[in-house]
């Protein structure tokens, strides 16, 4: 099967499509530019079809490269037959490949080798094809001293080695076993030798067992870092009453009787089964379980780090960032509308200087003074304290119209002690680089959080223990995702958020900036062609997803790419107005039949793109800024007690739950049986990173420093009580439908709206 048809058939879209997406890749587009700008050629794949596209790509690229490394090795030697041949060619996964190559692969000298080159090989098959004659009456007439068999037991032992051997690359028999192990093995652990500790992160694991195949992806990880670091160890194991499928298998393999077998025999395969098969399948298995997890817990961060890279903007406003602490100080930093910083300081509100009032007095002229409208506060040591701080302020400052916001500042130490930081902020210190960090990721989370290597950013699940580059990889793609989806100013990007932009890269950013500075804004797309090394390609893979405000071309301001730009024309002629007069009166558009402009050119996917951008040009797709409030009084987890209901944010999501920040220095833990009132297959059902949630406390666990919250509505007794007193709803009607809406005249003409 073609590459290409194995893909549709995987992803279950038809081979037209995935071979057009495949030649654009090759021709280096990047995914979301295939994704927004090429629908026509691909029948709209989304950017999560498009990646998992990539990526099976890749990995069935290599399968075929080494498919054809083994025919060349085999046909090279003289051992490729024709069975061979087609064997391998029919041959769907590495682990079927390598099974089939296991017989033929080059050896070390080994004991097998030894044996055969003795001459034993034929008592071997003859054994295999007759295991109930008598071994040490067959052997005596292979004793060979002059090449070292020098008697019956040397003889045997070396046919037992040849067996062994023969029997554990058998590709038709490991699949099998490996399946079998797969589906039925249990995974079983218990404490190492002297590390059976009761506090233990990991006494959960001292008697264990699972089904393999069925242990989630978190555990999966805790009991493989317990194994890494020697706390635990782990056995794979058949459960009761199939202990011995092993061996039957074998036996049911090489059609072999079991009652008649030789006792030798029968000793060869326990020994092929318990010393070779089950500890290399036992190996392979766990580590296909590592793969999965790995997989799964690079899942979670992504979506993870996407709902936070999109988190809401609170905009341009002059803002104060509040880098909290305590001996230290709480450093402050002023930066206006563009993030630009215009002055900082340090106060000492707290203990030991408790300078509260000079503190206030502080903050209160540097507000007057830069007419700031937000203060962005971290959540760090002491954010609590100097949150009530910010408040008492926007108290007295009532003029100001102040806004105190709680920030995340996971990640900001690692963004002021980077080389970026160093090179914007040269004479700054690091402290004061936080500060400006925590200020501006409250103006625009997507444009600041770029600057740090995604993987500190801290909302993953066991990311250390994951493949780093696989974990790399899969964050860069959610970055891309994120940036291209919501678009970048031309004219304020840094360097650290263009080059995630499709087609540009670190080179191409830097050029930018270089050409900004020299020669001031851009006015209009076409002068990205102006820009050092920035050619025709990288220009029609970037322009759509930058912009330009208040520029020459009005439609530079909108996610229409330049190669629409006709099109718009046309729209506008048939409205009766120019294109600055449509854009002002998206209306105008109700009044048009989209498929009338569908053509040659410009298909339909590309019309419904156009006509969806033209209602609402440059509109931010994120969603529209709010803040937690979190209750006055709870600071510590000595303030919390079972039954009370706080607001939070929730800071990661996990396949087991939902960890939410309400205040106290500890986020709290809303297990997945606890997330809403029905069953939860997967917590991204219920909540995403950033949400603002309603929680109840359930258990504070101050030793341990854990907090259960729940965020279902009513506990189970009232639940039951309400259910057996309540009365049928009737079912929800849909809401109407605005008649003549754009949607329904894209359905009427034909075209798929965009979602």
């Not at 990880?221 to 058949?238: S, T």
């Not at 609590?384 to 102040?402: D, F, I």
């Not at 964050?475 to 291209?484: I, R, S």
């Not at 208040?550 to 330049?562: C, F, M, R, T």
Request: aromatic share 4%; with cysteine.
């Amino acid at each position: 099967m073609q590459i290409e048809q194995r893909l549709a058939a995987d992803l279950g879209v038809d081979a037209a499509r995935v071979r057009a997406a495949v030649a654009l890749l090759d021709e280096g587009a990047s995914v979301p530019f295939i994704a927004r700008y090429r629908k026509e050629a691909t029948g709209a794949l989304d950017d999560t079809q498009l990646r998992e596209l990539h990526a099976r790509l890749g990995q069935l690229r290599e399968l075929e490269n080494r498919r054809d490394t083994i025919l060349r090795q085999l046909g090279d030697s003289g051992q490729l037959s024709d069975e061979l041949r087609n064997s391998l060619l029919a041959a769907d996964s590495r682990a079927r490949l390598e099974d089939l190559y296991a017989p033929y692969r080059p050896k070390r000298r080994n004991k097998a080798q030894e044996a055969r080159e003795a001459g034993l090989a034929p008592l071997a098959d003859a054994l295999l094809s007759n295991p109930a004659q008598n071994p040490e009456t067959a052997a005596r007439a292979y004793i060979a001293p002059d090449k070292g068999v020098n008697d019956v037991d040397s003889a045997l032992d070396g046919v037992r080695h040849i067996l062994i051997e023969q029997l554990s690359e058998a590709a038709d028999l490991v699949a099998s076993l490996r399946k079998a192990l797969w589906q039925q093995g249990l995974l079983h652990t218990r404490a190492a030798r002297g590390k059976a500790d009761p506090d233990s992160k990991f006494r959960d694991y001292f008697d264990y067992a699972e089904p393999i195949a069925r242990i989630p992806s978190h555990r999966a990880l805790a009991l493989l870092r317990g194994e890494q670091e020697g706390i635990i160890k782990y056995k794979l194991v058949l459960p009761e009453g199939q202990e011995n499928l092993g061996l039957e298998l074998i036996q049911r393999h090489w059609r072999l009787r079991p009652h008649s077998l030789s006792a030798w025999m029968q000793a060869t395969l326990e020994q092929c089964w318990s010393r070779k098969l089950q500890p290399q399948l036992e190996n392979e298995l766990v580590k296909r379980l590592r793969e999965q997890a790995e997989t799964a817990a690079i899942e979670v961060f992504a979506r993870n780090l996407h709902d936070l890279l999109l988190a809401s903007p609170a905009g341009a406003r002059v803002t104060l960032g509040l880098d909290p602490g305590l001996r230290t100080g709480v450093k402050v930093a002023v930066i206006d509308r563009t993030g630009r910083l215009l002055e900082h300081t340090a106060i000492y509100p707290h203990a030991p200087r408790n300078q509260w009032d000079q503190s206030l007095a502080t903050l209160a002229q540097l507000c007057r003074r830069h007419q700031v409208e937000l203060i962005a506060i971290g959540n760090g040591t002491a954010s609590r304290e100097t949150e009530q701080l910010a408040k008492e302020l926007a108290g007295r400052e009532t003029g100001l119209k102040l806004q105190p916001v709680l920030v995340s500042e996971a990640g900001a130490s690692v963004y002021s002690a980077s080389e970026l930081a160093a090179q914007e902020f040269p004479d700054l210190d690091v402290s004061i680089r936080g500060a400006v960090s925590i200020a501006r990721r409250l103006q625009d989370p997507l444009a600041e959080l770029v600057k740090i290597d995604p993987r500190s950013i801290g909302v993953g699940q066991y990311q250390h223990d994951v493949d780093q580059q696989q974990l790399a990889n899969s964050l860069e793609g959610v970055v891309e995702t994120c940036v291209n989806h919501v678009g970048v100013d031309l004219n304020t990007a840094s360097s650290a958020l263009l080059r995630h932009v499709s087609g540009l890269n670190a080179g191409l950013a830097d050029s930018i900036i270089a050409w900004r500075d020299e020669y001031g804004a851009f006015r209009n797309r076409q002068q990205l062609l102006k820009v050092k090394r920035l050619g025709p390609k990288a220009f029609e893979l970037c322009a759509g997803f930058l912009r330009i405000r208040d520029g020459e071309e009005p439609l530079d301001n909108s996610a229409v790419h330049p190669e629409s730009y006709p099109l718009v024309k046309q729209i506008a002629a048939a409205a009766g107005l120019d294109q600055r007069q449509l854009l002002n009166q998206p209306e105008r558009l109700r009044q048009l039949d989209p498929g009338r402009f569908v053509s040659e050119r410009f298909g339909r996917y590309t019309v419904s793109d156009v006509f969806t951008e033209l209602e609402k040009p440059g509109r931010d797709p994120r969603p529209e800024f709010r803040s937690v409030q979190y209750q006055e009084g709870v600071s510590t987890l000595a303030d919390l007690s079972p039954g009370m209901r706080l607001e939070g944010v929730v800071t990661n999501v996990t396949q087991f739950g939902a960890f939410v920040d309400i205040g106290v220095h500890q986020d709290g833990l809303v297990h997945i049986s606890e997330l809403a009132d029905r069953f939860v297959k997967d917590p991204h059902e219920v909540v995403t990173s950033g949400q603002i949630v309603e929680v109840r406390v359930l258990e504070v666990d101050e030793r341990r420093k854990r907090i259960s919250l729940s965020m279902k509505q009513q506990d189970n007794t009232q639940r039951q009580a309400e259910n057996k007193n309540s009365k049928p709803s009737p079912r929800p009607q849909p809401a109407p439908t605005r008649e003549g809406s754009l949607g329904e005249r894209l359905r009427a003409a034909g075209i798929k709206p965009k979602r």
